[in-house]
């Protein structure tokens, strides 16, 4: 229908540019009326919103604040996201309260750490369609994989020139550009301190203002940590939901900036703050597990079957040995276990 709309406007533009239109006889009058009409009527919101026409028809970048977005964003997480409360109120508070803030001090930097399955790619994912249309595949939004784009350690030196070229182009063109880095843990020591500058507190570098810009580090550091204070708190018997950012926050950063597999190993950016939050997702119990199948299969279209919804997250491993409480690879490959029960 927006499509539609769209098409239709784009069209009677078209004509509009044309000029004297030497092919509208072609063309049935009464449509070519309405859509003028249309377009008439859109053009003077036009002319008071130059900008909103235009985006109208091309995706554009972000401009104004995004109230709305916050909104839609927590109905997503609530939707699709589970098990993850701390996530969720950390993810909600930070982006909706930068997209909000029209002159933000520096740029948004979330660091998204837990084991696989747990939600990290998800939640990027959603953040990425709530700030854009197209998500990961809107031209504002890149995505760095650690082993796909700097994949040898002998050439740090050319990938740190070509990180910082990457961003300081595309925040250029586009202030509200959005940065995913997936894999940190992957990524070779010393590589994201390139692009520290950008995410400092300058007013702007060269002339380019960064401070309107996310970056989102995605990684599995320190998700032992957050395993065992997740276990901890279920040992001595308290419910999950009790489980606070503050039992958490301070210990993931030190293990992280610690490990130096971590992508972050004596990373400048922890050591000078300049990751705003440390996001931790906890391991996922048997029931978190089915609700992910739940929703997987009614996205699929099929009526959840409670008999296979089971099947399936038996099937899935769960640690430690003697509890058995958390799924080892988390919601991650329920989605192919399901292949085999309805792909007939
Ligand atoms: C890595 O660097 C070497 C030289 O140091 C160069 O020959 C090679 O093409 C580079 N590889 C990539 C993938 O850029
Ligand atoms: C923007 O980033 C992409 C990588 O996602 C890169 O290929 C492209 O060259 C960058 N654009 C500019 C203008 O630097």
């Known amino acids: ?6 098409a239709a406007l784009g069209l009677a533009l078209a004509a509009l540019l044309a000029g004297p239109w030497p092919g509208a006889r072609a063309v049935e009058p009464v449509t070519v009326g ?29 401009q104004g604040p995004g109230a709305r977005r916050g909104a839609a964003l927590e109905e997503d997480l609530d939707r699709k996201l589970f098990g993850q409360h701390l996530v969720k109120k950390v993810v909600i508070k930070a982006v909706a309260g930068f997209l909000n803030n029209p002159n933000p001090k520096k740029p948004l930097t979330l660091s998204l750490h837990g084991w696989t399955g747990t939600g990290k790619n998800l939640v990027s994912k959603i953040i990425a369609e709530n700030v854009y249309e197209g998500g990961l595949n809107s031209k504002f939004v890149h995505q760095f994989v650690s082993t796909l784009h700097f994949p040898h350690l002998q050439n740090v030196t050319q990938y740190k020139d070509q990180l910082q070229s990457w961003i300081r182009g595309n925040v250029s063109a586009c202030a509200r550009s959005v940065f995913i880095f997936d894999e940190m843990d992957k990524m070779h020591a010393g590589l994201i301190d390139s692009i520290k500058p950008f995410l400092d507190y300058y007013e702007e570098l060269d002339g380019v203002s960064y401070r309107k810009a996310i970056f989102i580090f995605l990684s599995n550091a320190g998700a032992e940590k957050i395993t065992e204070v997740a276990l901890d708190f279920w040992r001595r018997g308290k419910s999950r939901e009790e489980l606070g950012l503050r039992d958490l926050e301070a210990s993931v950063s030190v293990s992280v900036f610690n490990n130096k597999n971590s992508g972050f190993w004596h990373s400048s950016l922890i050591d000078r703050n300049l990751i705003d939050y440390f996001v931790p997702f906890l391991p996922l119990e048997y029931k978190h597990v089915k609700m992910c199948i739940r929703v ?49």
């Open 1 to 6: 229908m927006e499509r539609g709309r769209r």
């Open 296 to 344: 997987e299969l009614e996205s699929r279209g099929y009526m959840a079957d409670e008999d296979i919804v089971d099947r399936v997250a038996s099937e899935m491993t769960y640690f430690p040995k003697e509890e058995r409480i958390y799924s080892d690879k988390g919601c991650k490959t329920v989605y192919t276990k399901l292949d085999f029960y309805y792909d007939l």
């Open 34 to 62: 309405l859509a003028l009409a249309g377009a008439a009527a859109s053009a003077l919101t036009g002319l008071v919103s130059y900008s909103r026409l235009y985006c109208y028809f091309a995706p554009c970048c972000l």
